[in-house]
């Protein structure tokens, strides 16, 4: 069974930048999709960022294109989110998903088409 671990969270100002990880551990050749959520308090997860497993073809939400990128290190089976132009819309609890059914690409920053969480890690942008 897959199992996420989330690193990197922390404060950082406006303009700053951060990297999110996240390990995984029992990955499985079905791993479809890995993506990134987050989460602001009084507010529904939000899709950030999504990438397909065996292609690399990545997909973002509108509010991050151009500031973020989504990565993958097989061999170290860590999936990254590197962060740049952070504002305080950026700021909430970063949670990293794995899915293991087939789904449309289009749905790949929906949360149900996820099948495992991590356990999600905060970041916190102030000016």
């Known amino acids: 069974q897959v199992q996420l671990v989330e690193s990197g969270g922390g404060s950082v100002q406006t303009g700053g930048s951060l990297r999110l990880s996240c390990e995984t551990s029992g990955y499985s050749y079905n791993t479809l999709y890995l993506g990134w959520f987050r989460q602001a308090p009084g507010t529904e997860r939000e899709g950030v960022a999504a990438?397909?497993?065996?292609?690399?073809?990545?997909y973002y939400a509108d509010s991050v294109k151009g500031r973020f990128t989504i990565s993958q290190d097989n061999a170290k089976k860590t999936l990254y989110l590197q962060m740049s132009s952070l504002n305080s819309e950026d700021t909430g609890i970063y949670y990293c998903?794995?899915?293991?059914?087939?789904?449309?690409?289009?749905?790949?920053?929906?949360?149900?088409?996820?099948?495992?969480w991590g356990q999600g890690t905060q970041v916190t942008v102030s000016s």
């Open positions: 990438i397909v497993t065996d292609d690399g073809a990545t």
């Open positions: 998903a794995a899915a293991l059914r087939k789904s449309w690409r289009w749905l790949l920053l929906r949360a149900e088409t996820y099948d495992r």
